[in-house]
């Protein structure tokens, strides 16, 4: 066989299998999507629904300060209500992530940790984790109020007092998705991407986009 | 020289394009995928009631045999300008309908499991599949048969492409949904 002949096979050889490549490549992509799409935040109330009034209350903070929850605030700020608990594994993983977004988004949210359970330790609980900067109410009827089922649990309250989103928090992205239906104004992060006639039927995210089969 | 390489891209393009239609077909013929297809075609601008189902599976037969026969040698020269009809009726199917501002929707074209919809690359990437079946025109079946060594690979090269771009598309709809 001449040389000609061999560097074509070569060259064949190196075509298909660069082709290979790039096919494996875009298939990657396409499941990177899947896998770091921002995860919504678990949207579970039977008591409140987004866009209504979240239930005003006055409430005694650890250190004895009244703070307002809901109802007309005079900072005009968003109020995020973080409900939490000393004896929850998931909620001791999360206070980092979540004094630090409390405190990016400053200017426009306030943070109130929300726990019940008198018989807790909520004050060594509060200097383990350096939450003197944020109000913390323990109170078993602001639970009950917001229908708060299970823990960690977050509803982010808008300037005018209504249940702007609310979810299960298991992470950063969860938290983020709440900040983010509420900028969208949609009751939560899914609503984005599966409109609710789609979501319903899938309770997904992402319904998967494969790239095979033909013509329509 | 030139009736050469046009031999090889044209067989290349045939397996090529008999593995799509076939897809395509096999899609169709399934009963199960009927609701599917109405829905998709009604997207498109085509009402097929309940009753008139099995046109679907006749169609998708169609696409299956015409799929086949081009690569069958006496049947190619038929099989070729219908081919190259299916394609062109696609590609102008899905350029009225993102006309009628359909963009969007469910394009039908990975079958029920897919989800890439009508979209202007979309319909670019349909003109890549007619300039394909423009060279079916350009090659006998099987007039060298040393050149078979040569078609497979490059028939593998253009599958694996059509994949990749059909990915990129997928990933684009994902990318837009994200921002």
């Known amino acids: ?61 650890l250190d004895s300060k009244l703070v307002e929850i809901a109802g007309s605030r005079a900072s005009g700020k968003s109020q995020l209500l973080f409900f939490v608990s000393p004896d929850c594994p998931i909620c001791k993983t999360l206070l980092p992530a979540l004094t630090s977004a409390a405190r990016a988004e400053r200017d426009w949210l306030e943070l109130v940790l929300a726990s019940d359970g008198a018989e807790q330790d909520h004050n060594g609980y509060v200097k383990r984790f350096n939450l003197q900067s944020f109000p913390y109410v323990v109170s078993e009827i602001l639970g009950q109020s917001y229908g708060v089922a299970k823990l960690p649990y977050a509803v982010v309250v808008d300037e005018a007092g209504k249940v702007a989103s609310m979810g299960i928090i298991n992470s950063r992205e969860h938290l983020d998705s709440l900040f983010e239906a509420k900028e969208r104004g949609l009751a939560s992060i899914q609503d984005y991407f599966n409109p609710p006639s789609t979501a319903a039927d899938s309770g997904e995210l992402f319904t998967e986009v494969t790239a095979k089969g033909t013509q329509p | 020289m030139a009736s050469s390489l046009a031999l090889l891209f044209g067989n290349a393009s045939a397996l090529f394009l008999a593995w799509l239609l076939v897809d395509s077909g096999w899609h169709k013929r399934q009963t199960a995928n009927r609701d599917y297809y109405r829905g998709v075609y009604a997207g498109y601008g085509l009402l097929i009631g309940e009753r008139w189902g099995w046109s679907i599976a006749l169609w998708g037969w169609l696409e299956l045999a015409v799929g086949i026969a081009l690569l069958v040698d006496p049947l190619r020269s038929v099989a070729a300008p219908l081919a190259a009809g299916l394609l062109a009726g696609y590609f102008a199917a899905i350029g009225a309908a993102l006309l009628r501002g359909r963009g969007g929707e469910d394009c039908g074209c990975a079958g029920p499991d897919g989800a890439l919809t009508i979209s202007a690359a979309l319909l670019a990437r349909n003109a890549l599949l007619l300039l394909l079946a423009a060279l079916l025109f350009s090659a006998q079946f099987g007039a060298n048969a040393a050149l078979w060594w040569q078609t497979v690979p490059a028939s593998a090269v253009l599958w694996l492409g059509y994949q990749s771009l059909q990915q990129l598309l997928a990933n684009r709809q994902k990318i837009v949904a994200l921002y």
């Not at chain 1, 490549?21 to 949207?43: C, M, N």
């Open chain 1, 1 to 61: 066989m001449d040389f000609l002949l061999l560097s074509n096979i070569a060259l064949w050889i190196l075509v298909v299998l660069l082709s290979v490549a790039v096919y494996a490549l875009t298939r990657q992509v396409g499941v990177l999507f899947e896998r770091v799409a921002p995860a919504g935040a678990l949207s579970v109330n039977k008591q409140l629904e987004v866009g209504q009034a979240a239930p005003a209350m006055s409430l005694a903070t």
